[in-house]
């Protein structure tokens, strides 16, 4: 009996070295991931992928490109639909506790759509940015802009909430979102609105080279 004490005692060593080892790895995970620094995408319907199948939204796709790049960023979409900017101030606690390096802002549509007074959409606009300021976050601001048929006077007044905070901010800006889509077929959905798959793809190339002098690898 004596002669088996060690080599029993040997394989029980190794086999707990080998559970803790793993365990080791498990809890260490999310510490690794952690290491990533994070990309919000905040926004409305157009940052959610409405309409659109998962894994095919703006976010996803720069999800891609930015791996493909070597950039190791973890992107995580925060798109709501019908979010207006009343509804971004109210969640901006919800964005900044995420930690995040670097924000794409991209609302507006909706306060547009719903013929908000321009000045109420700066002013929320400008807290969310100023917000994000003073976190020490890094920000692109991505501009949209209106249908012919809300008038030039009211669109004009809308565009120019983006150009001139982007300005005030000094933030990375794309005045207009849907500028490299706008005559490129099938990439509106049938509602007139919102980017297909081919559109998603699309917009996060327009904003990558926006957005890439806020990286680092």
Known sequence: MPRFTVPYTIHVDVRRTLIVSIWLLILAGPLFAADR???????????????????????DFLQQKLDAAGYHYKVIN?????????????????????????????????DGLRGLPPNVTRHNLD?????????????????????PDYGADYIQSFDQ??????????????????KDLVHVPGTIQDDGIHPTAKGSAIIADTLFPVLKPLLHK
């Open 37 to 59: 620094p994070i990309l919000v995408c905040f926004g409305d319907s157009i940052t959610a992928g409405h309409g659109l199948p998962t894994g095919q939204s703006y976010p």
């Open 78 to 110: 925060q798109g709501t639909s019908g979010a207006t900017t009343k509804d971004a101030l109210a969640n901006i606690r919800t964005i900044l506790s995420l930690r995040p390096q670097i924000v794409i802002v991209e609302f507006g549509g909706n």
């Open 127 to 147: 807290q969310v940015l100023t917000a994000l300021e003073t976190a020490h976050i890094k920000i692109l601001l991505a501009g949209i802009t209106l249908p």
């Open 161 to 178: 909430i983006f150009t001139s905070l982007a300005a005030q901010h000094h933030t990375a800006f794309v005045p207009m979102l849907y």
